[in-house]
T-cell receptor, first 113, second 113 residues
Framework: NAGVTQTPKFQVLKTGQSMTLQCAQD?????MSWYRQDPGMGLRLIHY???????DQGEVPNGYNVSRSTTEDFPLRLLSAAPSQTSVYFC????????????FGDGTRLSIL | GQQLNQSPQSMFIQEGEDVSMNCTSS?????WLWYKQDPGEGPVLLIA?????ELTSNGRLTAQFGITRKDSFLNISASIPSDVGIYFC?????????????FGTGTRLTVIP
């Protein structure tokens, strides 16, 4: 039962470096999303995808890119990391439809120095 | 983005006590969800609510979807030490598209044995 797998679990970057956070799910879910979690602010949606080849922006998309070339994978890219992007990042997936619960990965803790 | 106000921010209770937390929104949601997050892990779905006025139980947990569709509460009865964690409410609106969730800021629960 792999579910949603995120790698790496921890990463430290210098300002200006690029980085790709990986997310994979083995449940054949159409919908995948990325959230960031900051202290006292809950989780906020960065980008989402309703299927392979389709992506869209969430609440806080600036500084992040995504692509969805396969149903299983949904990587999140930071092209030029900034200290404000220090956060814990969560990937989630579900079947489409508003009554489908989302399954979350265990997160990637990212620090930008 | 849509604002979800969750209260209280934190709670310290004795083992065996009941717990109540709630979430309010300025906007209408079509689905309310309650998640629990343990340290170092992603949120795990506890209860999903799909209709205004709906009252749903999951073991010692009970949650209700407010009749106005702008609020929800979660009750935990007879708390035990493993209830410790952060509880998040989340709302889903058809207007915002797909399965995009808006999260509350969380309630940190500490259970004193």
């Amino acid at each position: 039962n792999a579910g949603v797998t995120q790698t790496p679990k921890f990463q430290v970057l210098k300002t200006g470096q690029s980085m790709t956070l990986q997310c994979a799910q083995d449940m054949n879910h159409e919908y995948m999303s990325w959230y960031r979690q900051d202290p006292g602010m809950g989780l906020r949606l960065i980008h989402y995808s309703v299927g392979a080849g389709i992506t869209d922006q969430g609440e806080v998309p600036n500084g992040y890119n995504v692509s969805r070339s396969t149903t299983e994978d949904f990587p999140l890219r930071l092209l030029s990391a900034a200290p404000s992007q220090t956060s814990v990042y969560f990937c989630a997936s579900s079947y489409t439809g508003s009554n489908q619960p989302q399954h979350f990965g265990d997160g990637t803790r990212l620090s930008i120095l | 983005g849509q604002q979800l106000n969750q209260s209280p921010q934190s709670m310290f209770i004795q083992e065996g006590e009941d717990v109540s937390m709630n979430c309010t929104s300025s906007s209408i949601f079509n689905t309310w969800l309650w998640y629990k997050q343990d340290p170092g892990e992603g949120p795990v779905l506890l209860i999903a609510l799909y209709k205004a006025g709906e009252l749903t139980s999951n073991g010692r947990l009970t949650a209700q979807f407010g009749i106005t569709r702008k609020d929800s509460f979660l009750n935990i009865s007879a708390s035990i030490p493993s209830d410790v964690g952060i509880y998040f409410c989340a709302g889903l609106s058809y207007q915002t598209g797909a399965n995009n969730l808006f999260f509350g800021t969380g309630t940190r629960l500490t259970v004193i044995p």
